[in-house]
C-alpha cells in the first residue's frame, strides 16, 4: 500500500519561513519522480516543485523560485520543502506526489492528503 504522509504545516508570518516533510512507503521512491502541489480555497491545484529521481534535476513554478527548496533523501524515502519570504496568497493545502515509471512512458500517480500551510499576519 502506497503512502505518503505530510508534515510541517502550519502557521506562518509574512516572509516567514517553514519546512514541509513528506514521509513515504509502499513503492520506488528512489525511482520516482517527487513533486509538491499546492492548492489555495477556490483555486486550481498547481504544480509548486519537482525533483526527479536521482535529485539532480529540479523544476519550481516561477512564484516560488529563489524562495522554495525541494530536495530528497533516498534512504529514507522523504521528501522535503523549504519554504521562504512566505506571502500571504500562498495559503493553501500542500499535497506531496509520487510519479513512479512503470516501463515505457506509463507511470503511476500516489498523492498525500496534504498539510496546510496558512500565511498570516
Known amino acids: 500500500q502506497e503512502q505518503l504522509v505530510e508534515s510541517g504545516g502550519g502557521s506562518v508570518q509574512p516572509g516567514g519561513s517553514l519546512r514541509l516533510s513528506c514521509v513515504t512507503s509502499?513503492?520506488?521512491?528512489?525511482?520516482?519522480?517527487m513533486n509538491w502541489y499546492r492548492q489555495a480555497p477556490g483555486k486550481e491545484r498547481e504544480l509548486v516543485a519537482s525533483i526527479t529521481a536521482g535529485g539532480v534535476g529540479v523544476t519550481y513554478a516561477d512564484s516560488v523560485k529563489g524562495r522554495f527548496t525541494i530536495s530528497r533523501d533516498n534512504e529514507k524515502s522523504t521528501l522535503s520543502l523549504q519554504m521562504t519570504s512566505r506571502k500571504t496568497e500562498e495559503t493553501a493545502v500542500y499535497y506531496c506526489?509520487?510519479?513512479?515509471?512503470?516501463?515505457?512512458?506509463?507511470?503511476?500517480?500516489?498523492w498525500g492528503r496534504g498539510t496546510q500551510v496558512t500565511v498570516s499576519s
Open positions: 506526489q509520487a510519479e513512479e515509471p512503470m516501463g515505457g512512458f506509463d507511470t503511476l500517480e500516489y
Open positions: 509502499g513503492f520506488l521512491f528512489s525511482r520516482s519522480t
